[in-house]
């Protein structure tokens, strides 16, 4: 085993840094899942992230539920859902709330004078629903040329699908990546979807935006970024692209298991559908197991010496360490092979794992706050930790037009009558419409 490194440590008494993105105003006009995980992790790192929404639609999900619908805590919808709910709450840290009615001038022009005070503007809506709400970039930099603008679509910003509408599960089809995921004897009718590409261009996104800015602090100009989802997913498979073309095969559906490695799977523990998931690379690896799971006698076969041996034998190996997990609690298991220098984990369970889970606990992976006056909860943190600078940022996601006041008059210094009036012309609110989750149809500005 090598040694490890021994942790980091700074001096208790020096000044922390401040968070890397203090000072930067970031305006998100986004739904769902790709764009507000783009604006959450803006928000981890010190940007002031204002969600701009709408009473005249909520993506925050349904006005109305029915009782006892999932995903509300303590199970009730309660008597303003769209703040309950727990996908939007997910996503949505660290950020400002404001409400406005984009369809209207009243709307548009608060909204300009919202991007005179931002660094960032960032959209996931598609591109007729920004022609519709008046989103385009050169509308955004007539606003504010120093904007850095991100737009998320799903195919981009030009070609014959610009205008097509996706989510991450059709993305993940369209990118290639549904086709090898599954079982090999299984066809492609049975398919768990996944959302893959929301993940990767929420990264993608802040990557964007951070080079906007480190652009613009060398110019002086905005910047436009254009991001294709399906393009940022694409890059993940750039291997099986190349290998077709070189080979003239296409890349398998592999399920568990793996083009080389073996051992490698998934495997049934001792209780109930848990499982160890377990990898072995190379040859000091395959040794360690061998011994670990007292199969000694395997090292004396010299063909499973090499790496093809070893994966021509791959069912009869996989067999004997699903014997040996069997047996084994999952977390036991995950521990004497992590001891034995063999990758080896726990497959975890998010509904019940990870709230006690000591890792994630210690590294605040997940942290408990209030959820708006309705007892504490778990709510997912920030991914990184910043060694020499402050905590990460961390607030709950607010509600439905919270901050309207603060940033409508502590920011844009609009009157409480002014205020009002916008109140009572549905321009602002803290309540979605009857009609705010009905189908919307575009309509262009």
Not at 20 to 28: C, D, K, M, Q, Y
Not at 213 to 239: K, N, P, T, V, Y
Not at 343 to 355: M, Q, T
Request: proline share 8%; hydrophobic share 40%.
């Amino acid at each position: 085993m090598p040694e490890r490194s021994p942790d980091r440590v700074t001096d208790p008494t020096t000044e922390p840094q401040p968070l890397p993105l203090a000072g930067i105003r970031v305006v998100e006009i986004a739904e769902i899942w790709a764009g507000p995980v783009m604006g959450a992790m803006l928000g981890d790192l010190g940007a002031d992230v204002v969600k701009v929404e709408a009473i005249q639609r909520s993506a925050r999900g349904a006005v109305r539920p029915l009782p006892g619908s999932p995903g509300y805590p303590n199970g009730e919808i309660g008597d303003d859902p769209w703040n309950r709910s727990a996908a939007f709450n997910a996503i949505n840290r660290n950020k400002r709330d404001v409400t406005l009615d984009l369809h209207t001038p009243r709307g548009q022009a608060l909204l300009d004078a919202l991007l005179a005070h931002a660094d960032i503007v960032f959209t996931n809506l598609s591109v007729d629903a920004q022609e519709s709400l008046n989103l385009l970039p050169e509308r955004l930099h007539r606003a504010n040329p120093r904007l850095i603008v991100v737009l998320l679509t799903g195919f981009g910003m030009t070609g014959p699908y610009r205008y097509y509408r996706s989510m991450g599960m059709t993305l993940d089809g369209a990118s290639g990546h549904s086709v090898l995921r599954g079982y090999p004897d299984l066809d492609l009718s049975t398919l768990t979807p996944v959302h893959h590409p929301d993940g990767i261009s929420a990264a993608t996104g802040l990557y964007c935006a951070m080079l906007g800015l480190e652009a613009r602090a060398q110019s002086g100009h905005g910047q436009i970024f254009d991001l294709a989802q399906l393009e940022a997913a694409m890059f993940h498979l750039g291997e099986y692209l190349l290998d077709e073309q070189l080979e003239g095969v296409p890349a398998p559906r592999l399920g568990n298991d793996h083009p080389w490695m073996a051992p490698h799977g998934c495997f049934p523990a001792i209780e109930d559908d848990t499982w160890v998931a377990v990898a072995v690379d190379t040859a000091a690896r395959w040794q360690s197991l061998a011994r670990t799971i007292g199969r000694e006698d395997l090292l004396d076969r010299p063909e499973l010496a090499t790496i093809e041996g070893r994966h021509a034998a791959r069912d009869q190996l996989n067999a004997a360490v699903a014997a040996w997990v069997r047996g084994r609690d999952r977390f036991e298991a995950e521990r004497t092979l992590q001891a034995a220098g063999v990758p080896a984990a726990a497959v975890l369970r998010p509904d019940v794992d990870h709230l006690a889970h000591a890792q994630i606990r210690e590294r605040e992976v997940v942290v408990d706050a209030d959820f708006h006056g309705l007892g504490t909860f778990a709510y997912p943190h920030g991914p990184w930790r910043l060694v020499d600078s402050a905590p990460l940022a961390f607030a709950p996601a607010p509600r439905l037009g919270e901050h309207n006041r603060e940033i409508l008059g502590g920011l844009l210094g609009l009157t409480d009558a002014e205020i009002a009036t916008l109140e009572a012309d549905q321009i602002i609110g803290t309540r979605p419409l009857e009609t705010a989750d009905a189908p919307v149809a575009v309509r262009r500005h």
